[in-house]
């Protein structure tokens, strides 16, 4: 089988998350979109995307593609589904295509399927919403047929769910509560003495938890994270740092992104309301229908130390954010600044900065990444309104 993931209109409400990756690429529970498919299917795995994405993730097309819709999370009925398709048959739910067997890209006609019960992500928040669950599929999934390895007699280890240990995982003295969910702990991942973590939780590959941490229910640490504080209900992406005390709820972070010491993020409305959040794709805030609802944050951005976002805010792509103060509950990408104003941070600056901060991971920053951070900083300029004046 040779999977196509592609990306449809509703990504355009994905942003600022899909802005530098294929909608299928973002991770909720402890893999991957992609992951997930990969796994399920042991198939090849490709990607049509936006076209300032698709050099960076091009597609690979045969004499006989499936393509599913990159925001659909599979289950069980969702494979049984796919793995029936014939050739020339799309499954729909509503007005969403979630999969077709083709020879190319949206090939007529197509006998229709009508299919219930998928679940897409539809909007930014549904990554952290979906996240408890999508743990719970992902650690099923993982550890099938495995043997865990076992924890350092050091760790206080209580309730009714497993926790599953990779290989070369470091614990010692910590507390895992599994009472409410699993708790996995990625390869060569680390929690240090004293953190106290409440399942489902992941720890990807490569991550860490500091000392002292308090983790509750539903979150995940992408790979080659490290975190600190307090952390509730949140998704991390990878290779992203919060190593510090400071709050972080119900939030989504992207890659590479650093929230300085003592930085945190209102989740709840000090009125009980209903959160609003920017959307990239109407332009305008949008009803969440949630009472909890934290930050989001795009690739490359940054904060400074006690830096305080307020209840629903979303940040772009290379975005450094820094003094005294709330900022705005939108900040475009490439923006340089805070609550007293900001200023653009010019794509050679980023770069530099980027640079240097992969550099520290042993990961290069490609000609393709630059020229897909030039393709945001341009679409974006009529967001950073201090350009106009």
Same mark, same amino acid.
């Given at each position: 089988?040779?999977?196509?993931?592609?990306?449809?209109?509703?990504?355009?409400?994905?942003?600022?998350? &899909?802005?530098?990756?294929?909608?299928?690429?973002? =991770?909720?529970?402890?893999?991957?979109?992609?992951?997930?498919?990969?796994?399920?299917?042991?198939?090849?795995? &490709?990607?049509?995307?936006?076209?300032?994405?698709?050099?960076?993730?091009?597609? *690979?097309? /045969?004499?006989?593609?499936?393509?599913?819709?990159? @925001?659909?999370?599979?289950?069980?009925?969702?494979?049984?589904?796919? *793995?029936?398709?014939?050739?020339?048959?799309?499954?729909?739910?509503?007005?969403?295509?979630?999969?077709?067997? $083709?020879?190319?890209?949206?090939?007529?006609?197509?006998?229709?399927?009508?299919?219930?019960?998928?679940?897409?992500?539809?909007?930014?928040?549904?990554?952290?919403?979906?996240?408890?669950?999508?743990?719970?599929?992902?650690?099923?999934?993982?550890? !099938?047929?495995?043997?865990?390895?076992?924890?350092?007699?050091?760790?206080?280890?209580?309730?009714?769910?497993?926790?599953?240990?990779?290989?070369?995982?470091?614990?010692?003295?910590?507390?895992?509560? &599994? &009472?409410?969910?699993?708790?996995?702990?990625?390869?060569?991942?680390?929690?240090?003495?004293?953190?106290?973590? @409440?399942?489902?939780?992941?720890?990807?590959?490569?991550?860490?938890?500091?000392?002292?941490?308090?983790?509750?229910?539903?979150?995940?640490?992408?790979?080659?994270?490290?975190?600190?504080?307090?952390?509730?209900?949140?998704?991390?992406?990878?290779?992203?740092?919060?190593?510090?005390?400071?709050?972080?709820?119900? $939030? %989504?972070?992207?890659?590479?992104?650093?929230?300085?010491?003592?930085? *945190?993020? $209102?989740?709840?409305?000090?009125?009980?309301?209903?959160?609003?959040?920017?959307?990239?794709?109407?332009?305008?805030?949008? @009803?969440?229908?949630?009472?909890?609802?934290?930050?989001?944050?795009?690739?490359? /951005?940054?904060?400074?130390? #006690?830096?305080?976002?307020?209840?629903?805010? %979303?940040?772009?792509?290379?975005?450094?954010?820094?003094? /005294?103060?709330?900022? @705005?509950?939108?900040?475009?990408?490439?923006?340089?600044?805070?609550?007293?104003?900001?200023?653009?941070?010019?794509?050679?600056?980023?770069?530099?900065?980027?640079? !240097?901060?992969?550099?520290? =991971?042993?990961?290069?920053?490609?000609?393709?990444?630059?020229?897909?951070?030039?393709?945001?900083?341009?679409?974006?300029?009529?967001? =950073? #309104?201090?350009?106009?004046?």
């Amino acid at each position: 089988m040779n999977i196509v993931l592609f990306d449809d209109q509703i990504v355009q409400h994905l942003q600022p998350l &899909s802005l530098t990756r294929p909608a299928a690429l973002m =991770r909720c529970g402890i893999l991957t979109i992609a992951e997930k498919w990969q796994l399920h299917c042991s198939a090849a795995i &490709s990607y049509l995307t936006s076209d300032y994405l698709q050099a960076k993730f091009p597609a *690979n097309l /045969s004499h006989d593609n499936v393509f599913i819709n990159g @925001r659909l999370l599979p289950d069980e009925s969702v494979l049984n589904a796919v *793995n029936q398709l014939k050739v020339g048959q799309m499954l729909k739910q509503n007005d969403s295509i979630l999969a077709y067997r $083709s020879a190319h890209f949206q090939d007529e006609p197509l006998e229709l399927i009508s299919f219930e019960g998928a679940i897409l992500i539809q909007r930014i928040h549904n990554i952290f919403t979906l996240n408890h669950q999508q743990i719970d599929l992902d650690f099923n999934l993982l550890t !099938k047929g495995k043997t865990s390895a076992k924890l350092s007699s050091t760790n206080t280890v209580f309730g009714q769910y497993p926790i599953f240990v990779e290989e070369g995982v470091k614990a010692e003295a910590a507390i895992f509560n &599994s &009472s409410e969910g699993p708790i996995y702990l990625g390869k060569n991942s680390e929690v240090m003495e004293g953190a106290m973590i @409440r399942g489902p939780f992941a720890l990807c590959e490569g991550a860490g938890v500091k000392m002292g941490a308090k983790i509750y229910t539903g979150t995940t640490i992408g790979p080659h994270s490290k975190v600190g504080g307090e952390v509730s209900n949140s998704v991390i992406f990878g290779y992203s740092n919060k190593g510090h005390d400071g709050f972080l709820g119900n $939030s %989504v972070l992207g890659e590479w992104c650093n929230l300085g010491a003592d930085s *945190n993020n $209102s989740n709840l409305k000090n009125n009980y309301e209903e959160v609003k959040l920017w959307n990239y794709a109407t332009g305008n805030f949008e @009803r969440t229908g949630l009472q909890f609802c934290g930050l989001f944050m795009g690739d490359h /951005s940054k904060c400074g130390i #006690n830096t305080m976002f307020n209840t629903g805010t %979303v940040v772009g792509v290379s975005a450094n954010i820094f003094g /005294s103060g709330f900022p @705005r509950n939108f900040v475009p990408s490439f923006s340089w600044g805070g609550s007293q104003g900001f200023e653009t941070y010019m794509p050679k600056k980023a770069f530099q900065t980027a640079e !240097k901060v992969m550099e520290r =991971r042993h990961v290069q920053l490609l000609e393709e990444d630059k020229q897909i951070l030039q393709h945001i900083f341009e679409i974006e300029t009529t967001y =950073r #309104n201090w350009e106009k004046s």
